[in-house]
């Protein structure tokens, strides 16, 4: 029920319109009206497992080439959780396919309907489990990266593998389907999305780092990160995971700071872009330790 309350969120693209009376013109519409149907239960596949861990979904589109499941969690939750939203899109595939198999012989569903149905899901799942950004293979990548190093990292290497995939897959078009106007459109769609994303990366970033402060503090990962003290505390939260806990090491004086006193200097004392050399001087070394966690922490790191 709380699912197809979230219909109300489905927004067509003016583009696709478009497309849909080109379709009816050329005799089409049945094929447009298959895909999308399928593009469709895709993203309520990515919709009812976003619903499921309590996500706020801000739109589902139809674009005039495919779908999006717009939400702003992205980036701040749990890899599991993001991990299962974007397989849950791909996986409705899977049914379909089953669904399709059991209506064959019915009068209402053909051969030459199976036919094009199989195909239609196949080529939507491929497509969706390209590495590029924002596809599903996308969003896999990132969980991917984010699961092995820092989070800024993973943002931008994300971003740089999409970024040679999409290149790479544009080099394809102009040698074999130079003449595709579709698939022109679709390349032209996901360069501006990649543009926009660039931009988007340090906004995300210190988005992350707000919600990680406001995080229950985990366990101690065990990582100490040496970094010079004329280097600033946003400096510092570039090595900062997704998961676990991380400390750093001053080398000039050999003091150890936690990650909570670094993401609390960048979002609650905003002081992330003055040297660590002058914060703790004019704090005073001690300083964290007032902090019950950080006590036990140095206690953690010395032993």
């Known amino acids: 029920m709380l699912l197809i309350k979230q219909l109300r969120l489905l927004h067509i693209h003016p583009l696709f319109w478009v497309m849909a009376g080109t379709a009816v013109l050329t005799g089409y519409f049945y094929d447009i009206l298959l895909l999308f149907t399928i593009i469709l239960i895709h993203e309520l596949g990515h919709a009812a497992a976003a619903l499921h861990f309590q996500w706020r979904i801000r739109r589902i589109s139809l674009l005039p080439f495919g779908g999006m499941m717009e939400t ?18 791909p996986l409705v595939h899977l049914p379909l396919v089953i669904l399709s198999y059991s209506l064959q012989g019915a009068a209402f569903w053909g051969s030459a309907d199976h036919a094009l149905f199989m195909h239609y899901n196949i080529s939507i799942f491929c497509f969706n489990m390209l590495p590029i950004h924002p596809l599903d293979g996308g969003r896999l990548l990132f969980c991917l990266y984010a699961g092995r190093i820092p989070f800024y990292q993973a943002q931008r290497n994300t971003m740089i593998t999409s970024g040679a995939v999409l290149a790479g897959c544009i080099v394809l078009t102009a040698l074999y389907i130079p003449m595709h106007v579709q698939a022109w459109l679709i390349a032209s769609f996901f360069v501006m999305i990649h543009i926009k994303e660039w931009k988007q990366l340090p ?12 995080e229950p503090r985990s366990e101690y990962c065990g990582e100490s990160n040496n970094i010079s003290w004329q280097r600033r505390p946003v400096d510092a939260a570039k090595l900062i995971h997704r998961h676990g806990e991380a400390a750093f090491y001053i080398v000039e004086n050999g003091q150890t700071l936690s990650e909570s006193y670094i993401l609390e200097t960048i979002t609650k004392k905003r002081r992330g872009m003055e040297t660590l050399k002058h914060i703790l001087a004019r704090n005073g070394k001690n300083e964290e330790r007032h902090n019950i966690y950080d006590r036990y922490l140095f206690e953690y790191i010395d032993n």
């Open 203 to 214: 906004y995300r970033f210190y988005r992350f780092l707000i919600r990680k402060t406001e």
């Open 72 to 89: 702003d969690e992205y980036g701040t939750r749990p890899l599991r959780e993001e991990t299962v939203v974007a397989l849950s899109g």
